[in-house]
């Protein structure tokens, strides 16, 4: 029953950056790992970056790494993704999603391993 809210999308230029957030209401999702995922026209859903329950612990996908940032405001039932040095291959929307499992040693990288899902937020990246 929760509900995540992605915001912050836009359209920005090659080597501009954005922050997108994502809100959580209904429930804390303090236990779980998060994620980003996107999602070009025509293309399959993409892992972007997973974090950890307290935060400690982040992976990205080799396209992101070195200009996107996730991190959490479990205290705000909120996870960001910074996102620098942009380019026009970034352009997708973007999900948030809430992993499955509640376990401590836990890596989501795959959409099935999570089961609640944002609306998505639109980034244009022109060049």
């Known amino acids: 029953q929760v509900q995540l809210v992605e915001s912050g999308g836009g359209l920005v230029q090659a080597g501009g950056s954005l922050r997108l957030s994502c809100a959580a209401s209904g429930r804390t999702f303090s236990n779980y790992a998060m994620g980003w995922f996107r999602q070009a026209p025509g293309n399959e859903r993409e892992f972007v970056a997973t974090?950890?329950?307290?935060?400690?612990?982040?992976t990205y996908a080799d396209s992101v790494k070195g200009r996107f940032t996730i991190s959490r405001d479990n205290a705000k039932n909120t996870v960001y993704l910074q996102m620098n040095s942009l380019k026009p291959e970034d352009t997708a929307v973007y999900y948030c999603?809430?992993?499955?499992?509640?376990?401590?040693?836990?890596?989501?990288?795959?959409?099935?391993?999570?089961?609640?899902w944002g609306q998505g937020t639109q980034v244009t990246v022109s060049s």
């Open positions: 974090i950890s329950r307290s935060g400690g612990r982040t």
């Open positions: 999603a809430r992993s499955r499992s509640s376990a401590v040693f836990y890596t989501p990288l795959w959409v099935y391993e999570y089961d609640d």
